[in-house]
């Protein structure tokens, strides 16, 4: 049997800060799998993704506001499970373009802030499973949202 711990978010976010892009999986219509290379953006808890208003995946979060998020790196496979929110909204836009949080410049993919093709996906984490490499082997290691160890 593999061993299990819990984590805190703090953790999570340990584990997936630095990593760069990351793989977004939503579900179609019909629930097919579609899975797109995103780079999210973490501010605190939240996780920020810029999209395209007419891509697959705002297409498929429209419908289905479930998603999943993995990230290979700092010597995990981290993978983060939550509930999106499309924001269209002009001024969460500019915020987003102003602050830093993309390490991208955003203009060169997305031209101007208020531009109509492009919206943010606000990502509520609700839970989380890492493994994790250690000295001894992989260690599985989750968080959810209420544990104890939120």
């Known amino acids: ?6 984590m805190r ?3 999570v976010a340990r584990l997936i800060d ?6 977004l999986a939503t579900a179609s219509p019909t629930g097919q799998p579609h899975v ?3 780079f999210a953006a973490r501010d605190g808890s939240t996780l920020w993704i810029a999209a395209r208003t007419k891509s697959g995946k705002v297409a498929n979060l429209r419908r289905n506001p479930q998603a999943s998020m993995m990230w290979q790196g700092n010597s995990a ?3 983060v499970w939550g509930n ?4 269209d909204d ?15 410049d955003m203009a060169g993919f997305f031209s101007s802030a208020d531009s109509p093709d492009w919206l943010l ?17 992989l260690e599985r290691r989750t968080w959810s949202v209420g544990s104890t160890h939120s």
């Open 1 to 6: 049997a593999r061993p299990m711990s819990t």
């Open 9 to 11: 978010w703090d953790d």
């Open 18 to 23: 630095g990593c760069g892009p990351g793989h």
């Open 36 to 38: 797109s290379i995103v």
């Open 77 to 79: 496979e981290t993978y």
């Open 84 to 87: 999106a929110r499309l924001v």
């Open 90 to 104: 002009a001024a969460a836009k500019q915020h987003a373009w102003g602050s830093g949080l993309f390490p991208y």
């Open 121 to 137: 996906v606000e990502v509520t984490p609700t839970r989380a499973v890492a493994m994790v490499q250690t000295d001894t082997g």
